[in-house]
């Protein structure tokens, strides 16, 4: 099975996450995941609950969408219906559905922590773009995008609300811009 970037997936429960002390079975819906980058046979995954990313052979996971698709019930039950309200706790399902949201191209970073800690631009204050408190919970996304219309924008900072604590626009090279969010945990 391919993967797309941007696809919700699911671990093994006897591949590398276990050989790394995971014990997958127990690990709920933090042991979800984003794939960021998709290869012909392995797919480079985010587990953002256990701030891990990795390289994993396609066998190693399931498609939680695709798998729900075809009529599994516990996938389907995964799945938010944000579209009926839903706000899911987990950072992983905000991040699937930006990835289907915006036209991304590219997910350039990912990072778990405070604010402060994975504020990583000496130059610039953090003040700049952000008032609250450093001491926040929140995942860094970065997503490669080659076009951000306006009406894309509001939809998602309405989607967002306050899950979104700031924004950034950075240039990325020819024909993208990286999309820089920092979104509450």
């Known amino acids: 099975m391919a993967f797309e970037l941007g696809a919700l997936v699911v671990p093994a429960s006897n591949g590398t996450l276990r050989s790394l002390g995971y014990e997958v079975s127990e690990l709920g819906l933090r042991g979800l ?9 392995k797919a480079l995954v985010n587990f953002p609950e256990l701030n891990v990313t990795l390289w994993l052979d396609h066998e190693e996971i399931a498609d939680v969408e695709a798998e729900a698709s075809a009529g599994n019930t516990e996938y389907a039950a995964l799945i938010p219906n944000f ?3 839903d706000r899911p706790g987990e950072v992983v399902f905000w991040m699937a559905k930006l990835c289907r949201l915006l036209p991304v191209k590219f997910v350039l970073g990912v990072e778990s922590g405070d604010v402060i800690e994975i ?3 000496e130059e610039l204050p953090l003040e700049t773009y952000y008032k609250g408190a450093v001491d926040v919970s929140c995942t860094y996304l970065g997503l490669g995008v080659t076009e951000l219309l306006p009406s894309t924008w509001k939809q998602l ?6 899950r979104l604590l700031f924004s950034r626009f950075l240039p990325s090279g020819m024909h993208k811009l990286e999309l820089a969010l ?3 945990r």
């Open 33 to 41: 995941g984003l794939v960021i980058e998709a290869r012909k046979s």
């Open 83 to 85: 579209e009926a309200g």
């Open 119 to 121: 504020w990583d631009q």
């Open 157 to 162: 900072e309405d989607l967002m609300g306050d």
């Open 182 to 184: 920092y979104i509450r």
